[in-house]
């Protein structure tokens, strides 16, 4: 079975934590990692965020299913890349690691790890097709997402309350 | 509005009816149409349903966005014949009709014509004179039909 | 990271589907969907029901959560009887039966389990107070479609 | 879908800002309308975070739709009040608002009010059951929301 079809069950739920853009930019976080056509494929969609403002910086949905050829693709999108493709390629067994060309002509090399059940590091680089990627060449984008449970209130409902 | 909202806007919400598969099973098909990212992308969720048992005959994904020249692109996945990138090809004003090549040669078509509340699709992806799969639905956020 | 809800409802999170008549003769397909939301605090229940041509019969959402006894809450919205609170009532183990108020002096019982892979459910909208039980009663049963929709766990 | 319905389907999208809770902390609010029950109704998602997104305050889903008197009314759930039935109450155009008790008797209040055409001004509060019945004065939670448009940057 492949790594995204073992991994993506348990990483079903909403994450959130912070990410770095090219390390200029610290960006809010938010994925939800949920099944899609009947449990056959998997969604993850990713929302950025400016922490001071909370205004919206750039959006990815992408869903991960199991071709014919037994192949794992995606069907997605993303508000500065557009329209792109990628193919699930090897790696450790705790890593979901996707590559291929957007409509726009971009090399997208795109890695989910699991530290542990409920934190994945992420990081994604990008350069022209045909481009070499350096050696110690940093990614466009990089940070850390966790799973939590929702804040809740102490019983009953009079204590006290940060909402 | 996006420009794919302009043209494509009508089409935001959820269809059913009946469905002719290419292999020649009947069912009921289901399109939900939704917006994302203000109208930047359009997403589909497809699936044809047997009428008698509601098991799922065939299901898949679909995105619709403009390309950096502005050309809708049409990304999707089926249970059947996997991957494909679609570009639009010209057709009658009002239909979307998008083209793409398969594996050995094949080539799939899908064209999808919204008439108010009526919406005709057509989809072959087998070689351009074989069966195709046609199905005609209607908007489902219809009022219900009035309990006997 | 599982909730005592999810651990009860595990198997029930996903798509079902299934021949219905309604108690007034009205047929099609019933589909119900069940997904987890908030990381397991409750689930989201979408259902619908259409005839043969597509055409919708019924619709209908909920939430299914547990009160602060551990029983379930079910707030619903269905399009032939309006909004109601429904709360869990004692039945057989893995059986959820729940029972709660509708506008008009009316109320609602449903009966629903979920075994290898089929979803029955019985449902009655009853008038008044007595509780006769000569009133016609829905029921359903519904196939899983495609997989289980159930948080996975670290191990199995 | 009812003409008062229709009149909130220019919401169908993200919104996003920042506020202050009705206890004063700074928080983060993402509001997601979306159509729902197969668009005859109106799909919520809330969710108000602390600034740098590790702790989920409050989160509540819901869905807006018709009851069969006609009356509009939002089926909900909450991450801190539970199930929740909040009554639509009548109020100008380009003003959602909403109202009602919690399982536990709280009593509830959210409105969504159109700035301009791109901007909602979201304010909510909750009365413990036992609290005085005085009017809408007291602490309550306040956030600009703007849409959430993407900038597409050219070259990348």
């Known amino acids: 079975m492949s790594n995204a079809m073992r991994l993506l069950p348990r990483w079903y739920g909403l994450w959130t934590g912070t990410s770095e853009h090219e390390s200029t930019a610290t960006m809010s976080v938010r994925t939800n990692i949920l099944p899609v056509m009947e449990g056959r494929g998997f969604a993850m969609q990713t929302e950025m965020f400016d922490p001071s403002t909370g205004t919206f910086l750039r959006g990815v949905r992408f869903a991960l299913a199991v071709g014919p050829d037994g192949r794992v693709q995606t069907v997605g999108y993303s508000t500065e890349m557009g329209v792109f493709g990628l193919e699930e390629t090897p790696d450790d067994e705790d890593v979901l690691a996707l590559s291929g060309v957007t409509e726009s002509g971009i090399q997208l090399n795109v890695t989910y790890r699991e530290e542990s059940p409920d934190t994945l590091m992420f990081s994604v680089f990008w350069r022209p097709h045909g481009a070499s990627l350096g050696k110690n060449a940093r990614p466009g984008l990089f940070g850390r997402i966790h799973r939590r449970q929702p804040w809740r209130p102490p019983a009953p409902q009079g204590g006290g309350n940060p909402v | 509005m996006t420009t794919i909202m302009d043209r494509f806007g009508p089409l935001i919400g959820l269809w059913r009816g009946p469905i002719v598969l290419q292999d020649g099973r009947k069912g009921i098909a289901e399109f939900s149409f939704c917006p994302h990212f203000e109208g930047n992308l359009i997403e589909l969720v497809a699936l044809s349903i047997d009428a008698e048992t509601g098991e799922s005959q065939a299901w898949g994904m679909a995105h619709l966005a403009l390309d950096r020249a502005g050309r809708t692109v049409w990304r999707q996945f089926n249970q059947r014949i996997g991957f494909a990138t679609l570009n639009e090809v010209d057709d009658d004003p009002g239909v979307l009709s998008a083209s793409g090549s398969l594996s050995a040669g094949r080539q799939m078509m899908i064209s999808i014509r919204q008439d108010g509340d009526e919406l005709a699709v057509t989809v072959s992806s087998g070689m351009p004179d074989g069966p195709k799969t046609v199905s005609r639905m209607r908007r489902a956020s219809r009022t219900l039909r009035e309990r006997p | 990271m599982t909730t005592p809800l999810i651990k009860r409802f595990h198997d029930w999170l996903g798509v079902w589907r299934g021949p219905i008549e309604w108690s007034d003769g009205r047929r099609g397909i019933m589909e119900f969907t069940f997904e987890s939301i908030f990381n397991g605090q409750a689930i989201e229940v979408r259902t619908v029901s259409f005839d043969s041509e597509g055409a919708p019969l019924t619709r209908g959402w909920g939430y299914l959560s547990l009160d602060r006894n551990g029983r379930v809450i079910d707030n619903i919205y269905f399009s032939d009887a309006g909004f109601s609170v429904l709360h869990e009532v004692a039945d057989d183990p893995g059986m959820l039966s729940l029972h709660g108020p509708l506008p008009g002096n009316r109320n609602l019982d449903v009966a629903m389990m979920v075994e290898d892979d089929v979803l029955a459910i019985s449902s009655r909208l009853g008038e008044g107070y007595a509780a006769s039980d000569a009133r016609p009663r829905t029921f359903t049963r519904m196939r899983r479609i495609g997989r289980s929709l159930a948080p996975r766990e670290e191990a199995e | ?156």
């Open chain 4, 1 to 156: 879908m009812t003409a008062q319905l229709a009149e909130f389907l220019p919401w169908i999208g993200v919104w996003t800002g920042v506020g202050e809770s009705q206890a004063g902390q700074p928080c983060f609010v993402r509001n997601r309308f979306f159509p729902g029950l197969e668009g005859d109704g109106l799909g919520m998602q809330f969710e108000a975070w602390d600034p740098g997104m590790t702790t989920l305050f409050h989160g509540v889903r819901a869905v807006l739709a018709t009851a069969p008197s006609g009356v509009m009314r939002a089926l909900a759930y909450s991450t801190i009040h539970g199930a929740l039935i909040l009554e639509l109450t009548p109020d100008d155009p380009g003003v959602m608002a909403l109202a009602g008790e919690s399982v536990a008797g709280n009593r509830i209040s959210v409105t969504f009010l159109q700035e301009e055409p791109g901007r909602l001004l979201f304010t909510a509060f909750w009365r413990p059951a036992m609290h005085e019945r005085q009017p809408n004065d007291g602490p309550r939670m306040t956030c600009g929301l703007t849409r959430a448009v993407p900038k597409r940057p050219p070259g990348v």
